[in-house]
């Protein structure tokens, strides 16, 4: 028999379960309280220190490791699928992602711009947006802090943090092997843990997961296409340009087809009851077979439906239609691979070092961090394939080394201090190759022949901060706390085209471009102080009201996959960008009631945004820019738990948020592709073609998003016990464009998850099945207008662009077998 069929059998075995998936807010209290009912204490993080979820002063979400196991909760997909007013696009090319909570996110069409929502690992800042492609597991906890974070979590978090820890090795020996399979994807995964004491005083834990997929979410439909190229110093000579026909193959039909491994030891140092020191070693590696697998064209420019791309109706559905680049142009175009076929490889590597002191009324810790990865892909980036197709390859490398150092006092008196600071040396290498417009060169190298464009861009960054905060008991149960965090960056950046054709060379600049702006160098120097101020009150035990004033700070920066074009007089303007910089205020109220069954919590906030990063496509100028907007978000949350303690084992909670945001200023805002002037888009000199979108709705800013779900455990008979959970997921409708185009409309939806499960009273054994988005529904969480579609922006005869949309994993049931030894 083989590995697979035998993972296949095994998961079987147990096909009679679907496992909790309950909602984020601790669900682990229907596990645990089981035998007595009641709610169980949740401790998070947001401070930098364990603390009660009821007792911290910050709106913040936390996934148990009960939870995160029964659901499944491994990537930051999963994240945002189990949070309501988080919502992440998975995107081809630029940054990789679009993370928006709270209506604030940040553009994935630029490389160079890091997220607003920051995903801090083991106290460690990961900015970039191809986190996305991480696979977490085996994690103690997660924790999506929302609002502004700057204080405790360093720079970049002006909307939020998703803060994640995984597990350490513990006192006792465990060893874990689990071993599933999901069904419409065909994906085999199997996972193996094993730790516990080397000694008595060092401990290690060793984890490891692969999966592999047979089929895919998606199903890509096309036909072959014929990419014909001419020779352009043939053509410019008065020849026919010698044409010849190229066979672009369709992509694979089930996308991603994804292979993934990833591995994780670590090392646990206690030599005393005050000294914890605790060194991680991580390997992440993930394959897919089309980079841009979920593309979806779900609203076509066109009347009668049909994209203007492929022919193919537009639909919203798990359908996509694309083609490898043809393979006798892959077999010498950079980083192809050599039949044409498209793919995205990512590799990641990371070393983590926490160190925690002990000191009678003084913690001092200590995070370095060095980390790594390199992104490859060949992508069919018009998205939506075409006989007259634009194919790219790209090859990108990030170094990051961190070293966070801060101290905490504890002592009896009123005021307590927190110091600290932050450095961190950044470097990211870029290259690009571009094949469109059928041009081909034949005197070029080989490598150069079919390409139109190449880029190579590289950015060093180096920053710097300094951060405090006094506690200071103003008098019994009242708290004041008031911080700052300055922070000195720098950013020195290059970029140049070092190849163009021919037949580019009126548009595109290179390196020896004679009007001596082929290359572009940025050196670019920030300094920012953003100040915090929360006061807190407990009138009783069970109660905490808060208010808080907060800060933040996002870098400014460089784009590293720009284009410089001739049409521009200032690439370098092109080519950065301002810091991103919110300030607001935030005030809520935490209760547990009813003798611990009773979780209600109350938040209201409002945030104003400067500098708001917002790229885009400058179609008349053939230039990517990165604009910054203002705007302002505000809006009032509630959640609730409860776990009646006369019914052990049920667990009902919900929430439901409230959202409005708007631009407050963004006067000169590009038009949608195809908005004519009736619909709000004046040409400025004949080309540049700009709207005035104040007052108008940020990008994937539903105004209300919530969610409810019922959980319950209980014991079935002697050694055993049956759990399930019913949870959904729902959002009001919201416009998956930052530019107001209102055919980019999400409408409103649910998704369902629901499950069982079987185990062993002792959680020896467990046998579940997970079952996701049962309702099918396809949502659309980012969006790009289709390359070449619309077009007379600006005129009365405009025709709008079909609209690509980032979509979502479709209904998925998994079957898991875990096993303790």
Known sequence: MSAKSWLLASCILGSAAIVPAGAAHAQDAAQDAASSGGLEEIIVTARKREESVQTVPVAVMAISEKVIQQRDITSIEKIAAATPNLNVGRASNGSGAQLTLRGIGSSSTSI???????????????????????????????????????????????????SLATNDPGQDREFIARAAYEFRSRQYQGELIASGPLTDTLGLRVAVRGSLMDGGYYRNVSVNRTYTTVDIRNLLAGGSGNPIGHVATPAPERQPGEKEFLGRVTLKYTPTD?????????????????????????????????????????????VTHQNNMPADIAANFP????DGALYNRYRSWAINSAITYDLDNVTISSVTNYNTNNNRWTCACDFQSSNNGTWATENSTWKAFSQ????????????????????????????????????????????????????TSFTDGETAALFGQVNWE???????????RYTHETKKSF???????LGVQGIFRDRNDPDGLGEVRANQVFNDWSPEVTLTWKPQQGILVYGAYKTAYKSGGFSNGGINSKFSNDPLADLTFNPEKARGFEAGIKTTLADNQ????????????????????????????????????????????????????????GSVNYTHARYTSFPQAPCYAGQTPAQGCTLIGGLDARQNLNGRPLSVAPEWTGAFGVGYETPVSDGYKFGLNVDTRFSSSYLASGFGNPFSRQGKYAVLDAGVRFAAEDDNWQIAVIGKNLTNRFVVTGVVDGPSTGGGTGTAGGIRADQLGFGNLPRTVQVQVTKRF
């Open 112 to 162: 160079g711009i890091e997220q607003s929502v920051a995903v801090v690992v083991d106290g460690a800042y990961y900015g970039q947006g191809r986190i996305i492609n991480e696979g977490f597991f085996d994690l103690k906890r997660v924790e999506v802090l929302k609002g502004p974070q700057a204080l405790f979590f360093g720079k970049n978090a002006t909307a939020g943090v998703i």
């Open 274 to 318: 005050r000294l914890s020191m605790v060194l991680k070693g991580s390997y992440n590696y993930n394959h897919v077979n089309n980079s841009s697998w979920n593309y979806v064209a779900y609203n076509c420019g066109l009347a009668s439906g049909v994209s203007q791309l492929t022919g193919y109706a537009c639909g919203t559905d798990f």
């Open 335 to 338: 980083f192809a691979k050599k």
């Open 404 to 455: 966070e150092l801060r101290a905490q006092t504890a002592f009896d008196g009123p005021i307590n201090l927190m110091v600290g600071g932050l450095y961190q040396k950044t470097k990211r290498d870029f290259d690009q190759y571009v094949m469109f417009a059928g041009l081909r060169d034949d005197q070029a190298s080989p490598a150069n022949r079919f390409v139109a464009s190449a880029k």
């Open 474 to 484: 103003l008098v019994d149960k009242l708290e004041l706390a008031g911080g700052v």
């Open 495 to 501: 970029f140049t085209q070092p190849y163009n054709n």
């Open 598 to 653: 009773l979780r209600l919590n109350l938040v209201g906030f409002t945030y104003a945004y400067d500098d708001l990063q917002v790229d885009f496509f400058n179609s008349p100028i053939f230039a990517f820019q990165t604009l910054t907007a203002n705007a302002r978000t505000k809006g009032v949350e509630v959640d609730f738990e409860f776990a009646p303690r006369n019914v052990p084992g049920l667990n009902v909670h």
